[in-house]
């Protein structure tokens, strides 16, 4: 029962990481991209565009197969591996030298954020007939709390630094990681 309920505090955690990877770069992306790019604000939208498709293309893509994987070879390594990837994606964001870069990360942020899959399928893993639905609920809880939190943090912290909120975001993705690594056992 114990490492159930562990379980499910690692996939809400790491759904809401994912969607705090959505939302957080949106208040400070055109601010980091003129600074990246030189350009005005009219350039920093069409980049931030091309960044935010590049995102959910990958998500898009990724999504399948990172489902398929993880069938394979387990939920929770798989989770393991993209909240890792995602840590990365945000220190790769935080130092990023050039708009390249920037492109760099958010394709990275689709592949390892496509995860959404991965969770739900450990949730109906963990789940019992009696509590599925409300252990699918915790999906639409991190949503929220996600679009709620991200912008905020954002924001706010981008206005001490601009790559501060991407540090704190690797800072909570890795944390998740280790809560998963050694307080969730496998399945």
């Known amino acids: ?31 980091l991209i003129m600074e990246l790019t030189g350009e005005g604000t009219a350039m920093a939208v069409i980049y931030g565009m091309w960044l935010t498709t590049a995102f959910a293309g990958m998500q898009f893509l990724f999504s399948p197969v990172l489902g398929e994987i993880s069938d394979k070879f387990g939920r929770r390594p798989i989770l393991l591996l993209a909240l890792l990837g995602l840590s990365i994606d945000y220190l790769i964001h935080a130092w990023a030298p050039s708009i390249t870069w920037l492109f760099l990360g958010r ?42 939190i991200d912008p905020g943090v ?28 050694f307080f969730v056992p496998s399945l």
Do not use: C, Q, W
């Not at 394709?107 to 899959?117: E, V, W």
């Not at 007939?129 to 709390?145: D, R, T």
């Open 107 to 148: 394709f990275l942020a689709g592949i390892t954020g496509a995860s959404f899959t991965v969770a739900s399928a450990y949730i109906a893993d963990v789940s019992t007939k009696e509590n599925k639905a409300k252990n699918f609920g915790l999906i639409g809880a991190a949503f929220g709390l996600g679009f709620i």
């Open 154 to 181: 954002g924001g706010f912290f981008g206005e001490i630094d601009i790559r501060l909120p991407f540090y704190i975001a690797a800072g909570l993705t890795f944390a998740n990681f280790l809560f998963g690594l």
């Open 1 to 31: 029962m114990k490492s159930k309920k562990s379980a499910l505090l690692f996939i809400f955690v790491t759904i809401l990481v994912d969607v705090i990877g959505i939302g957080i770069i949106l208040p400070i992306i055109p601010d």
